[in-house]
Each structure stands twice: as C-alpha cells, then as structure tokens.
C-alpha cells in the first residue's frame, strides 16, 4: 500500500509539520515546513497582526493569501522556496500511520522554506505559514514566534540534546523541557536525530507517537506506563516553533548504500568507505560512464558508498566551511558554538555475527569489495591532514571565535565517557588478513590501534590551547561528564534509553575481542581516554551508599540547559516511572566565561604539534 500519497490526502489538508526555524542572521530568520503535497503555493505570514489571520474555509478554493489576509491587517508575506526530500520512504518495517508498504515505496514529501526578513534584536514576532494544497484548498498553521540571532550581550537558554531517535520517552523529556523551562532560544541536538534517516515516519507521524518532528512541536502522542500501571500519554515540547534549530551528524544521519528491493535498514548498515567505492567505479566507469560526466561519476559512488541527502534536505545550517553544512560554526548571543562532522558507522562487537561486525568480516568474506563492511570506519575525516581539522584551526584563530564569551563545540562520537560507544579507538580500521599455511584467505580482522585515536591525539590538543569550555557529545545514551585542562565534557544523551554506564561502581564491562586481538587497544571500563567521571553536583543516582558519577537509568529521562545569564549548565531528571513525579536538578556547573584574547596569547597559528 502506498503511503500517505497525494490522492488519498482528508479533505482538509494537513501540514506535515509545524514550521521549524532555522539558520537566524541579525535581522532575519528560515522558517521552514513540510508538506506530503506538491502544492499550489506556500507563504510565511509575519507581522503583529499574524494572530487575527481568520482560519479559512477548507472546502473554499483560494488564490493565496490576498483570500485570507483583510488589507488592514500589519501582515507581511514571503513566498516560500519549495524542494523535494528525494530520499523519503517506507517500507515493511515502518511504522507509519497507516499500514506499512511490502518494500521501500517513495513518500512525496516536500520541504518549503521563507525568510522573514526586516526583524529587530530583542523582537519577537508573531507568524504563520499559509500552504495551498494541489486542489488550491488552503491551510493555516496556528501562530507562533520568531525573532532574529540574538546579539552579544543578550542573554539566552540552549537546550543541549541528542540520540532522540524515535524513543519512547523522547516526548515526555521535551514537554519537561517546556513545562520546566519555558520558551528556550535555541536548540542544540548532537547527532542521531533518528534511526534510519529515509524513513519518513520516524521524522513526521511514527504511529509509535514518537517522531522527531512532533515531538520537538508539542504534536507528538506517546504513551508510558508507569510502576504502578498507570498510563500517562505525552505531547513533547512545543520547542522549534519559536527557537531556531540546529543539528550536527551522528551515525544515524547516515544512509548507506542504495540495495534496490531490500529494506531500510539493510541500507543504512551498508555502508562503506568512500575509497571503497571509488575503486569499484574505475572498473566499470567504461559501462556505466562511457562519457566521463563529473555528476555521473559523483552519483554512482554516493549510491555505492553512503549519503546525507534527507538530512541535508530538511535542515538548513550555516554553509561556509569546507563540508558545507555538515560542519560549521556560528555566534549565537556570547556563544560561539562549533558543531562537527565527527561518526563513524556503529558496528556489532560479536564476533559470530551474521553480518559484517567491528572486528572482523562474516566468513566467508564476500568477493564484492562493496558488500564487505570494512570496520568501524569514519564518515569525515578529522585526524592530521584533514579538510575539518584544518578549518577548526582556522575557526578557533578568528575574531568570532576569540573575541566569544563561551566557546561551545558539539560532536557526536566521545572523546571521554563511560559509554558503550566510546571503546575502541576513533581511528580508521587496521585490516588484517588472515591467512593459512597455503597461503589462503580465512578471513579479515580489524585493529583500532590506540596510539592513533584522532581525537585524543589531533583534536582535543587542540580544543584546550583554544579555550573552548564545553564540548558536548552523544552517541551512548546515558548522561555523564569529566572536566579536564579547563574543558568540561558532556554526555547528556539520556534522552529515551540507555546503553549503560561501564564503570567499576555499575559492575558492567564493555564486550572486548579475544586473542589474536591487541587487548591494549580496548577498554572494559571506565573513560578509556583516562579521566575520572564527575557525579552529579546536586541529586546523583545512589547505589547503597555509593555516589554514582552517571545516569544510566531506563525510567529517569534528563535533558541540560545552558544559560547564558549566568554561564551555568543545569541538568535535569524526570522520573517516567512515577505519576507523581516532578521534574528534578541533578547536576549544575558553570562555565568561566573569557575576555578578549589576543592572538598573541594564544598563538594558534604557530603550534607545530597542531598542523597537518
């Protein structure tokens, strides 16, 4: 059955979301919004009359918004660019709001996106956005607010998060957002927004209640029952309306190579190196390339390799780094936050595994270079000698970075946690074949060697001669963080459930390799990099009477704020589990904030140990 098509749409249309903001400047800001229709027209309303718009008649034909906006009325109109989100689909293991397709059956979905331009700092304004269907029937969206990037100086509230990923208790943990905190200014989210990115209903209507979309708009329906079997249903936050959105890429921002009539998720772990890929199109570039057409060839090897196209579609980020908008940097109020492209592909540790794992290939290994999985291995490189790392160079010597009262960096993967996915190494895969004593192949293993883990050794270097304060991580699930050389780091990625915390005082150890495996290069507990957990500075979890410095808990769901005001970072727990439950704080430390400084101090530019 095909799913949410164009033809089988209710006789009032719906927007598929409310609008989103995005990439704010000082005096304008995207609002942005989806549709399942190609559509007649699609404008943003904005204006201090916004919210005396009449509702129209869904069954009236309208020529756009001269039919729903009276002349008196201080309204202003912008027509909205419209593009497709070319990869949206579902398949058999969907969980749309209907019944689910077969296989994978295309979603026409588009984007529209307007900027409200002309705005003043320190202004909200009310606004709407107006689509008219394919049959010119009108929808209205309720009113919001909007308002430009704030200036230095204008104090605001960042909503730090991550790893929502459809998870049953991510509406309830963003309505404790908004009932605790109010409006916040701007949210922050470090990676794995969903599972599979070209699963449409994980981004719109999951019939689980759990979408990413409407559980950051307050439209989401998700129901917990708690110890006492008593059912609580939760809408989310009404969070992104207001506040402008930004994103950075984890692993599950990643699609995988393109297997026509497989599903979804075979996709997305197919993935392999780029290189990988590029080899194989040399050998039959002749057949399918005969002409040598640059987009031909781009195009091939993404489908064959892995792809950010949905996430890149939905989402508009700031542009003007070597990556585009997959890593970036931005001043918003006294922060200047840097958001990197630090993932890899998250591979099964078993080493009996039926398909290919972290160590070692399946036996027997697939002829097809393109079928094999080749380790844990990297989407963006980051190490000595990158595009990334050399921009970040760059990045932290700037005025707008130096000049920046908190220094933020956001990246998926960990330098330090308890987490699962922080052992191995982040480094490229060794690959070792194993041979017998004719000389045959048996197999291939994969090294994480620890000596050449980018981030302990390229990228940390770097973030503490550069002054930053905070980094925050996701990627494992559970909240903990660490302080060291003037950096605090936070995983505060407890958001739905938890992988576990792998510290001696929880009694779990990570699943390490056997011999012929380096043992030195894994680590069964604690921050493999070396640095000692902090507990929670207010309410931590106990265990008898031992303190423990993390939250790893499949009941509490916590979310942090960072405020501006005063440089503090709160983290807070809701208990799922009971009723009665009021949202609590569990932990609070401050950032110090930095004067100017100068490049004489700093002395970026003249670090050999930091250049490629």
Request: proline residues 9%; negative net charge.
């Amino acid at each position: 059955m095909c799913v949410g098509s164009a033809e089988d749409l209710p006789i009032k249309p719906q927007l598929l979301t409310d609008p989103y903001l995005q990439r704010p400047t000082h005096d304008s800001v995207e609002v942005a919004w989806v549709t399942e229709f190609t559509g007649k027209g699609h404008w943003l309303l904005f204006g201090s009359d916004a919210a005396r718009i009449a509702e129209p008649d869904p069954a009236r034909i309208a020529d756009g918004p001269a039919d729903v906006i009276p002349a008196d009325l201080a309204v202003r109109v912008t027509a909205a660019s419209t593009g497709r989100l070319s990869r949206m689909r579902e398949d058999g293991d969907s969980r749309p709001p209907v019944d689910a397709p077969d296989g994978p059956i295309e979603r026409q979905l588009r984007r529209h996106a307007a900027r409200a331009e002309g705005l003043r700092p320190g202004e909200r304004v009310p606004y709407r956005v107006l689509s008219l269907d394919n049959t010119g029937r009108p929808v209205l969206s309720d009113v919001f607010t909007l308002a430009p990037k704030p200036p230095p100086g204008q104090a605001v509230k960042i909503l730090l998060t991550s790893d929502h990923q459809t998870l049953p208790m991510t509406p309830a943990n963003l309505q404790k957002v908004e009932e605790t905190v109010g409006r916040v200014d701007a949210v922050f989210v470090v990676g794995d927004l969903v599972n599979h990115p070209d699963r449409a209903s994980q981004w719109f209507d999951d019939a689980r209640g759990t979408a990413f979309f409407p559980a950051l708009q307050g439209r989401a329906s998700a129901i917990i029952e708690d110890q006492d079997g008593h059912e609580t249903r939760y809408r989310g936050g009404r969070l992104i309306q207001h506040a402008p959105l930004y994103t950075i890429i984890g692993n599950h921002e990643v699609m995988g190579r393109s297997l026509p009539g497989r599903g979804l998720a075979d996709e997305f772990n197919a993935a392999v190196p780029r290189k990988v890929a590029e080899t194989a199109y040399e050998k039959c570039a002749g057949e399918i390339n005969p002409n040598g057409d640059p987009e031909i060839r781009a195009r091939w090897i993404t489908d064959n390799s892995f792809n950010l196209d949905s996430y890149l579609e939905l989402f508009a980020l700031p542009d003007d780094s070597p990556g585009g908008e997959t890593y970036w940097a931005e001043t918003f109020g006294d922060i200047r936050v840097v958001g990197l492209y630090v993932t890899q592909i998250w591979r099964t540790p078993k080493l009996d595994a039926a398909r290919p794992g972290r160590y070692r290939e399946v036996d027997p290994l697939p002829d097809d270079p393109l079928d094999q999985g080749w380790g844990q291995h990297i989407f963006e490189r980051i190490d000595r000698g990158s595009d990334q790392l050399a921009w970040l160079e760059r990045e932290v010597a700037s005025p707008a970075f130096r000049n920046a009262k908190y220094r933020v960096v956001l990246m998926h993967q960990p330098i330090h946690s308890l987490g699962a996915n922080s052992s191995p190494p982040f480094t490229d895969p060794v690959r070792i074949e194993e041979r017998d004593t004719n000389g045959a192949l048996t197999g291939v293993r994969y090294e994480y060697p620890r000596a050449d883990d980018y981030l302990v050794r390229d990228l940390e270097p770097l973030l503490r001669q550069a002054g930053v304060q905070l980094v925050v991580n996701g990627h494992s699930h559970l909240w903990n963080r660490f302080f060291d050389q003037g950096v605090h780091y936070l995983e505060t990625s407890n958001v739905g459930n938890s992988f576990g915390a792998f510290h001696v005082l929880g009694g779990e150890t990570r699943p390490l390799p056997s011999t012929p495996w380096d043992a030195s290069n894994a680590t069964a507990q604690g921050d493999p990099n070396g640095l000692e957990p902090i507990a929670p500075s207010i309410a931590p979890e106990t265990d008898g009477d031992q303190v423990l410095p993390f939250v790893a808990s499949n009941r509490l769901t916590l979310f942090s704020i960072l405020d501006t005001s005063d440089g503090s970072v709160t983290s807070y727990a809701f208990d799922t589990g009971r009723r009665d439950s009021e949202v609590r704080t569990v932990d609070r430390f401050i950032l110090r904030p930095w004067a100017l400084v100068t490049s004489d101090v700093l002395r970026l530019e003249h670090q050999p140990a930091l250049r490629p």
